[in-house]
């Protein structure tokens, strides 16, 4: 009996070793194949090249490493290349005079413009027959093909990062909201389970409030191994840490958003509660949430 039970443990630990090495063997495959891609003909961009993976709901994250580098290191010569919610981030970095709780102020507006509305505007979509009618018009603006009936899956199943291809391999600082191990500024491994679950589940806004804390923070760490060879980012000379001023603006636009949340979580103006008519029914617009700010809603 002891016999078999040791031969059968001995059995499955092969298997674990087999399948291990096979693991190995493909990831080895795929860096040398990955080096052999990397090697160009034509000349490569000199600058630092910001790779921003998509967020999801952790769209947070990304907004505190923007900050934390906009408050220590000069990014006038640095270009970004990112993939759905770290696209929101080309923004931050295009308007560098602007501050970041400005930003986040931006969806704020959106809603105060609806409210003045009544409610409608562009940027509600759930209605099919406008949903239909944008979709005609964009056939027509944008000379999109007609589907061949394909499957298609895209984001992030297909590539993590996207770069240019003039880009130099050993100048590019990859971010990413998740604990992905090569990447350079990213939460610790320990957060996996919790970094998921954030990035599917929307979040109230003091929750994004630790979420920015905690891109602010890694980014941070890695200053100093940014600052040396090969990035060389030249830092600013009102170089300082300022995370507590964003939270307090932050924490401003909270309270500003708690003005139009009344005891039932719906939206408040002049005391009376707007309401979205959809067919025959009736819904509450809640704005309660980090998602539901138009701005901040990341894929």
Avoid at 11 to 35: E, P
């Amino acid at each position: 009996m002891l016999n078999a039970f040791l031969g059968a443990l001995k059995k499955q630990g092969w298997r674990k070793l087999r399948l291990t090495t096979l693991l190995l063997c493909a990831y080895a495959v795929w860096r040398i194949v990955n080096r052999l891609r990397r090697k160009r003909s034509g000349p490569m961009d000199p600058r630092v090249t910001l790779s921003l993976t998509g967020s999801g709901s952790r769209i947070a994250y990304h907004l505190g490493v923007i900050a934390c580098l906009r408050d220590h290191v000069d990014l006038s010569n640095v270009r970004m290349s990112s993939i759905s919610g770290g696209a929101c981030m080309l923004i931050v970095l295009a308007l560098q005079h602007v501050e970041i709780s400005e930003m986040m102020l931006l969806g704020l507006r959106m809603m105060e413009r609806m409210i003045k509305n009544n409610g409608t505007g562009t940027y509600f979509l759930k209605q099919e027959e406008v949903m239909d009618q944008i979709l005609r018009d964009l056939r027509v603006m944008c000379h999109m093909e007609d589907e061949d009936g394909k499957v298609a899956i895209d984001g992030c199943f297909t590539r993590l990062y996207s770069l240019p291809d003039d880009h130099n391999p050993a100048r590019v600082i990859r971010i990413c909201p998740f604990p992905w191990p090569f990447s350079d500024i990213r939460p610790p491994l320990r957060d996996l389970p919790r970094t998921v679950f954030e990035g599917f589940v929307p979040l109230r806004l003091d929750w994004q409030i630790r979420i920015f804390s905690q891109g602010y923070e890694d980014a941070e760490r890695t200053l100093p191994m940014l600052l040396g060879a090969p990035w060389s980012l030249r830092p600013i000379p009102d170089a300082r840490n300022r995370l507590k001023e964003h939270i307090a603006r932050f924490n401003k636009l909270k309270k500003r958003l708690e003005h139009y949340d009344d005891d039932d979580h719906g939206l408040k103006s002049s005391s009376s509660c707007i309401k979205l008519r959809r067919g025959s029914a009736r819904e509450h617009i809640r704005y309660h949430t980090w998602a539901e700010i138009p701005f901040a809603n990341g894929g």
